[in-house]
């Protein structure tokens, strides 16, 4: 539910008597989202760092720690963290097809983009546009991502608000 103080403390206690990894990152994955959903974002990004160490980057996992790092450090006012976190998660390939590593990658588009927008990071919105288009399997046929945003009156560097609300991101 929504109990964000008990998945908290269980989730602490969980990665009291672990070292492995594998169940170690998922564990400051959940923890960051926690805290991210109670409003402490230096915690948040934090656990969200420790998550995005803690597997393998292009993983589903990994995507979704970036996800949570680049939503926390955009609502602190820190876009230069959010652009490094873009460039990492942009150069990363999605691995694990079964395991949703391509939608995590999309939702950590999403995210860095919003945050990009308000920084006015026209240089990585373009990039952003293309991976989702790749991502999504767009090409110029009127099915891109970009195509169909610059048919809405946004152009790569313009405003990333209205090509989120019209692309339903």
Do not use: C
């Amino acid at each position: 539910g929504n109990d964000f103080a008990a998945g908290l403390e269980h989730a602490e206690r969980a990665a009291q008597v672990t070292a492995d990894p594998d169940v170690l990152g998922p564990l400051r994955l959940l923890q960051a989202e926690a805290h991210r959903w109670r409003g402490e974002l230096a915690r948040a990004e934090a656990r969200g760092e420790e998550a995005a160490g803690l597997t393998e980057a292009g993983s589903a996992l990994w995507f979704r720690a970036v996800a949570e790092i680049v939503a926390a450090a955009g609502r602190l006012g820190r876009y230069e963290d959010v652009a490094l976190w873009t460039e990492r998660a942009l150069a990363a390939p999605a691995r694990g097809g079964a395991s949703g590593a391509a939608d995590a990658k999309v939702l950590f588009l999403s995210r860095a983009a919003v945050h990009l927008g308000y920084a006015h990071r026209e240089d990585l919105e373009g990039k952003l546009l293309a991976e989702m288009d790749a991502l999504l399997g767009g090409g110029d046929d009127g099915g891109s991502v970009g195509h169909r945003s610059r048919h809405a009156g946004v152009r790569p560097g313009g405003d990333l608000r209205t090509a989120a609300r019209v692309h339903q991101i």
